[in-house]
């Protein structure tokens, strides 16, 4: 059973840096599709960011363009979201999704149907 566990989360100050980990076992199967999503209380879940198989797309919300960089190392199975410039607005959990199914079209890497298996979440709180 795929697993994914979120790491790198915690306070920081306004206009700080903090670097994200989603570290997948249980398959061996590749991940066509990972990526980050974040809640914030009373706020529905929104998509962050997200990366191709192999690395070569990457997808961006708006609010992350510009500010994020999401990567991943396949041969460890772990993807990363480097976080710069962080305002208090960025404080949410943090989910890391991945799935494994085909993807034809990129929408699917913005949604959460998009994606089969979650992690538990980091907690990610930005000061002013």
């Known amino acids: 059973q795929v697993q994914l566990v979120e790491s790198g989360g915690g306070l920081v100050q306004a206009g700080g840096s903090l670097r994200l980990s989603c570290a997948a076992s249980?398959?061996?199967?590749?991940?066509?599709?990972m990526g980050w999503f974040r809640q914030a209380p009373g706020k529905e879940r929104e998509f962050v960011a997200a990366i191709s198989l192999s690395g070569v797309f990457t997808y961006y919300s708006d609010s992350a363009k510009g500010r994020f960089t999401i990567s991943r190392e396949n041969a460890e199975n772990t993807m990363y979201l480097q976080m710069n410039s962080l305002k208090p607005e960025d404080t949410a959990v943090y989910y890391c999704a991945a799935d494994q199914r085909t993807k034809y079209a990129s929408g699917s890497y913005y949604t959460e149907k998009g994606y089969d298996y979650w992690g538990q979440g980091t907690q990610v709180t930005v000061s002013s």
């Open positions: 249980g398959s061996i199967l590749g991940f066509t599709a």
